[in-house]
């Protein structure tokens, strides 16, 4: 069985984007990056709800091809699109690269997902993290936590049905004050 890891940056009070979808605040410092660089050389299929997906693509299949382009995101963006990826939407008809599109029941695929062999799966998207948290289907969590209060935005969480109990795996700090936390659920 394959494992799910939901992970984000997020604000000290929990949204992942703020109002009007500002992720100004959560620009990762070159460890960081270079830390989330490392999962998606090492994820097996990435798990994208439309938006996030959106917002990835359109930046990072060309992003090695910039001006002025470090050698780090040269790195990301090969990995990313090299990352065999899913996107889950009812409101688009194609993606293009190394990505298939999901149109039927979020909780189903993801569960036949899991089923299957293969590496890791990452999951992305507030709306989808949030299907697969309701569903019992995340096996890791993964926050990069910054110093800033949003105060509104787009929650990390949403409201759950039950409890989901947590082990605490990891923490790491990261310069300019990001906490990194690693939680395994336990079942």
């Known amino acids: 069985m394959r494992k799910l890891t939901f992970g984000m940056n997020v ?30 050389r090492t994820t097996g299929l990435a798990l994208y709800g439309r ?4 917002t990835m693509n359109s930046h990072w299949p060309t ?12 790195e990301f963006a090969r990995r990313w699109r090299d990352m065999p990826k899913a996107v889950f939407s009812s409101t688009i008809s194609t993606v293009e690269g190394n990505t298939r599109l ?20 990452d999951i992305g ?5 949030a299907a697969a948290m309701r569903a019992g289907l995340i096996d890791e969590y993964v926050l990069a936590t910054a110093p800033v209060l949003a105060g509104g935005g787009t ?12 082990t ?5 700090t990261f310069p300019e004050g990001v906490v990194l936390t690693r939680y395994e659920t336990r079942r």
């Open 102 to 121: 999901v149109t039927g029941d979020a909780v189903a695929e993801i569960t036949r997902l899991k089923a299957e062999e293969g590496g890791p799966m």
């Open 11 to 40: 604000t000290l009070d929990g949204y992942i984007a703020a109002p009007g979808d500002d992720l100004g605040w959560s620009v990762p410092s070159d460890e960081l990056f270079q830390w989330w660089s490392d999962r998606v």
């Open 125 to 129: 998207g507030a709306t989808l993290a």
């Open 63 to 74: 992003a090695d091809q910039q001006p002025g382009a470090s050698p780090a995101e040269i």
């Open 51 to 54: 938006k996030l997906w959106e």
């Open 155 to 166: 929650p990390l969480f949403p409201a759950l049905d039950n409890w989901v109990n947590l």
């Open 168 to 172: 605490l795996v990891e923490t790491r």
